[in-house]
């Protein structure tokens, strides 16, 4: 009975994951200088929708390290507006290319004692580390980060010309602007 059940709600599923297309992220082909991207904050000028940040505008990655010496990631936005309330996720990040750094695994911690692993790829960056895009291999999750938190419109068309020319060609979003420094 119990093998019944499970084939009939996988066979839906498995299906509607056959009608998706196959897209795969190109290999990264640029090293990645740790000291200079997987330090501070970086923020999100444009991403690929997703159900996790429906809502998350004012988006930050920051790279840091924990007590015990480990690279961490910490992802936060904000619910709708730019001062709304914040919503985050941390996770360790495990390099797994040493050398080139251009590919990474967040395990993620929710709710205190689940972890989520994530892996993705910088696939390309700024040669002064001013900018990079990210995306998982399957290119569903992609991001396009600076470390300006309003960066010209001119650097946002260049980012979202880049990750068409990289094979993105789904929708793009682009989150409310981080309010002025004052």
């Given at each position: 009975?119990?093998?019944?059940?499970?084939?009939?709600?996988?066979?839906p599923?498995?299906?509607?994951?056959?009608?998706?297309?196959?897209?795969?992220?190109?290999?990264?082909?640029?090293?990645?200088?740790?000291?200079?991207?997987?330090?501070?904050?970086?923020?999100?000028?444009?991403?690929?929708?997703?159900?996790?940040?429906?809502?998350?505008?004012?988006?930050?990655?920051?790279?840091?390290?924990?007590?015990?010496?480990?690279?961490?990631?910490?992802?936060?936005?904000?619910?709708?507006?730019?001062?709304?309330?914040?919503?985050?996720?941390?996770?360790?990040?495990?390099?797994?290319?040493?050398?080139?750094?251009?590919?990474?695994?967040?395990?993620?911690?929710?709710?205190?004692?689940?972890?989520?692993?994530?892996?993705?790829?910088?696939?390309?960056?700024?040669?002064?580390y001013?900018?990079?895009?990210?995306?998982?291999?399957?290119?569903?999750?992609?991001?396009?980060?600076?470390?300006e938190?309003?960066?010209?419109?001119?650097?946002?068309?260049?980012?979202t010309?880049?990750?068409?020319?990289?094979?993105?060609?789904?929708?793009?979003?682009?989150?409310?602007?981080?309010?002025?420094?004052?």
């Amino acid at each position: 009975m119990r093998t019944w059940l499970c084939w009939i709600i996988l066979l839906p599923l498995m299906g509607c994951a056959a009608e998706q297309p196959t897209i795969s992220a190109p290999p990264p082909v640029k090293s990645v200088d740790m000291s200079r991207l997987y330090t501070g904050t970086w923020y999100e000028v444009g991403r690929a929708p997703m159900n996790l940040t429906n809502g998350c505008v004012a988006g930050t990655t920051a790279y840091f390290a924990n007590k015990k010496g480990q690279l961490m990631e910490r992802d936060a936005c904000r619910k709708n507006t730019p001062e709304g309330k914040e919503k985050a996720y941390q996770g360790t990040v495990a390099i797994l290319n040493p050398g080139e750094n251009n590919k990474i695994l967040v395990r993620y911690k929710v709710w205190h004692f689940f972890t989520v692993p994530y892996t993705y790829w910088v696939l390309d960056h700024g040669q002064n580390y001013n900018w990079f895009i990210v995306a998982n291999p399957q290119m569903t999750l992609v991001s396009m980060l600076t470390r300006e938190p309003n960066p010209p419109q001119a650097t946002i068309n260049m980012l979202t010309s880049r990750a068409r020319a990289l094979g993105y060609h789904g929708p793009l979003e682009y989150p409310a602007r981080f309010p002025p420094k004052k």
